[in-house]
């Protein structure tokens, strides 16, 4: 038979057992009896003499999932006054904390959409807002290829080592990141939208062999962290060469020294290059958006 708790039964419950304070961070433990809750801090101090018991009641401990602990703590507003003030003090601080960084968050975000960049594309040299960064691509450079990619999936291109200018960066191509769903989930999803990744390289302002280099990097608008391997490889001897890296986020504007100091990006010196180039005088790329 299935034991009713009482509200006032409830409103102890939510509370550790131990230190009589509301858990603040998961994991959560609590009784088989449901009566006696236990914080992350407190677990240690239970007794374990053939398994983790209760304090309270003897009854064995186990962990609360995530839907459980949004169940404890959900406070009723009868559950709400029978609590201590300072209790309640700390309820209603913590839920105006939350939503100040909701806010927060809200506002840097809008901000970061409509913040001005430079058109990463070299030659173009525009500002437009990181938004409109899509657009402008499709409309202004339209030369610049899009490929599709699914997430963990390689994609093949070619460089023509000629587009090379010397302290000029280039955007050799887009790579649009497709969803998992099906089309017809994407149909029926209206704020889906494709990740874009913008791949540029840069030749360096050194013409000298000895200390000229070219430089590949990923740079994208997107506030989630993602990374990506590129390989450089030559078809004619089997040479290859590749890197681990972050996407950049290109609203950090960051100069060719900057991305080199704090960036694994793919660096081949003038010699690689030369050996990783093929009999036409491009060059072999493979990436992949993890």
Same mark, same amino acid.
């Given at each position: 038979m299935t034991k009713v708790l009482s509200r006032d039964s409830r409103c102890n419950?939510?509370?550790?057992?131990?230190?009589? =304070?509301i858990p603040k961070r998961s994991p959560v433990y609590r009784c088989d009896t449901k009566q006696h809750t236990i914080c992350v801090t407190c677990f240690p101090k239970l007794p374990k003499d053939g398994g983790v018991h209760c304090n309270a009641c003897n009854s064995s401990v186990s962990k609360l999932t995530n839907? =459980?602990?949004?169940?404890?703590?959900?406070?009723?507003? =009868? =559950?709400?006054?029978?609590?201590?003030?300072?209790?309640?003090?700390?309820?209603? @601080?913590?839920?105006?904390?939350?939503?100040?960084?909701?806010?927060?968050?809200?506002k840097e975000n809008i901000l970061n959409q409509w913040k001005p960049i430079k058109c990463p594309h070299g030659p173009c040299g525009k500002t437009v807002n990181c938004s409109s960064l899509q657009v402008h691509f499709s409309y202004e450079h339209t030369e610049v290829c899009t490929y599709e990619l699914a997430k963990g999936k390689e994609v093949h291109l070619k460089t023509d080592t000629s587009i090379f200018e010397h302290g000029v960066t280039k955007c050799i191509g887009i790579i649009k990141l497709l969803s998992p769903l099906d089309n017809d989930d994407r149909k029926n999803n209206h704020l889906f939208t494709n990740p874009l990744f913008w791949l540029l390289a840069s030749a360096s302002e050194q013409?000298?062999?000895?200390? @000229?280099? %070219?430089?590949?990097?990923? %740079?994208?608008?997107?506030?989630?962290?993602?990374q990506y391997t590129i390989e450089m490889f030559s078809p004619v001897n089997g040479t290859s060469c590749a890197t681990f890296c972050k996407v950049l986020d290109v609203r950090d504007n960051m100069s060719i020294s900057e991305i080199i100091k704090t960036s694994n990006c793919l660096f081949l010196p003038y010699g690689s290059v030369k050996n990783l180039v093929d009999q036409n005088g491009k060059l072999n790329v493979c990436i992949t958006i993890h």
């Open positions: 419950a939510n509370l550790c057992n131990i230190c009589r =304070e839907a =459980e602990i949004n169940r404890t703590r959900n406070i009723t507003v =009868e =559950e709400l006054f029978r609590l201590p003030l300072e209790k309640v003090n700390y309820l209603l @601080s913590r839920s105006k904390e939350h939503l100040n960084s909701n806010i927060n968050y809200a013409r000298e062999n000895s200390q @000229s280099y %070219i430089l590949y990097w990923v %740079i994208s608008h997107l506030d989630n962290d993602f």
